[in-house]
């Protein structure tokens, strides 16, 4: 087991290293170097030597710019190991890491809590479509959750805050807590945060909870016809045990690996919702960085969220033995696949 968890980590340390040196790369392979547009642009506000525009640069991208890119890169990389990733060009003063550790946690509030809801919600509704496949529930409840799936998260934001924040006001239209309430742990405060992120997490959970009911479905109706279903409800096994031991069990490892890469991409997928909301997260961030070219945020919000994917992936190959041990233990999964040694009987074997 410690050799199978060995193996991974150094997988995903390796994965985050590539994407690291990518995205250093790519924002050099973009059109008109940022670096380039910033020395020219602070040439044109004046007041600065060209020694002094190139601090400024360094400051903000973490590297010397008019040094080697061989150069560059390893003072990036070593930088960014250490936690550095520039400034923002937008906000100067304020480093990336300051405003990405500023941002995460409302991200991760509300994507956890539509992601939980939406799991057990998806799982439970398409456990039962599976359950009475043939049955009117399962007909309409699979309509019903095609269409949801298939509406754009930010067309169901729009919808809510049309009627809900400007026409019947019941939700605030913006931001994550009230201007009028002390930060901290407080019933003020975190009543005005729950109140403010009702919104977000609705749109996530409707267009997202369909997408695991089908999957549910879809898998434990293939489980439900298996042979080895069958002959466990030939042996005379119990219905719940069948359900639980070999309906379940195995219907759910597809879910498992969906719902951790879910969480990687759910932080992608928040830019919209974040954006119409005015929701202070990491999209929102991400789309200010996009709109005022600031660079620095944007490599800092691309490489967190490459890296919650690939942190997902590392959860999930660690949950795998867990559900399925025989992922852990490759001998156990030749001597399951593989016919026992013939046996002589008599003369004959056997």
């Known amino acids: 087991m410690l050799r199978y968890v060995a193996?991974?980590?150094?997988?995903?340390?390796?994965?985050?290293?590539?994407v690291v040196s990518l995205s250093f790369f790519m924002i050099r392979l973009m059109p008109g170097s940022p670096m380039a547009a910033l020395e020219g642009k602070l040439m044109q506000q004046g007041g600065m030597s060209p020694q002094e525009i190139r601090q400024r640069v360094e400051a903000v991208y973490g590297v010397t710019p008019n040094a080697p890119v061989w150069?560059?890169?390893?003072?990036?990389?070593?930088?960014?190991?250490?936690g550095n990733?520039?400034?923002?060009?937008?906000?100067?003063?304020?480093?990336?890491?300051?405003?990405?550790a500023s941002a995460a946690p409302w991200t991760i509030f509300?994507?956890?809590?539509?992601?939980v809801i939406s799991f057990i919600l998806g799982i439970a509704i398409g456990a039962l479509m599976a359950a009475f496949q043939n049955s009117a529930f399962s007909k309409v409840m699979t309509f019903v959750v095609s269409f949801l799936s298939a509406i754009p998260n930010y067309l169901v934001a729009i919808v809510l805050l049309y009627f809900l924040t400007d026409i019947y006001h019941y939700f605030p239209i913006s931001g994550a807590y009230a201007v009028d309430v002390t930060p901290g742990f407080n019933a003020p405060f975190i009543a005005s945060a729950?109140?403010?992120?009702?919104?977000?997490?609705?749109a996530f959970v409707i267009t997202s909870f369909g997408a695991w009911a089908l999957g549910m479905k879809g898998t434990a109706v293939s489980v439900l016809g298996a042979e080895y279903v069958r002959a466990a409800e030939t042996r005379?096994?119990?219905p719940k045990r069948v359900a639980q031991s070999y309906v379940g069990r195995n219907s759910m490892l597809p879910q498992v690996t969906g719902l951790a890469l879910s969480l990687g991409f759910l932080f992608g997928g928040s830019v919209f919702i974040e954006f119409y909301f005015s929701y202070p997260g990491l999209g929102y961030h991400l789309i200010e960085a996009i709109n005022s070219r600031d660079y620095s945020v944007m490599m800092g919000c691309f490489l967190l969220i490459t890296t919650a994917v690939?942190?997902?992936?590392?959860?999930v190959d660690l949950l795998y033995p867990a559900i399925d041990p025989r992922i852990a233990r490759p001998a156990l999964r030749r001597q399951v696949a593989e016919p026992d040694e013939p046996v002589a009987v008599g003369g004959v074997q056997v």
Not at 10 to 17: P, R, S
Not at 110 to 115: A, D, E, F, N
Request: charged content about 10%; overall charge neutral; cysteine-free.
């Open 194 to 202: 729950i109140d403010h992120a009702i919104l977000p997490i609705t």
């Open 7 to 18: 193996k991974r980590l150094v997988m995903a340390f390796a994965i985050i290293y590539f």
């Open 71 to 82: 150069h560059q890169y390893v003072e990036y990389i070593r930088n960014a190991f250490h």
């Open 236 to 238: 005379g096994l119990s």
């Open 110 to 115: 509300i994507v956890g809590t539509s992601l």
């Open 310 to 315: 690939i942190v997902a992936n590392f959860l």
């Open 85 to 100: 990733l520039g400034t923002s060009i937008a906000n100067p003063g304020e480093s990336v890491v300051h405003v990405i």
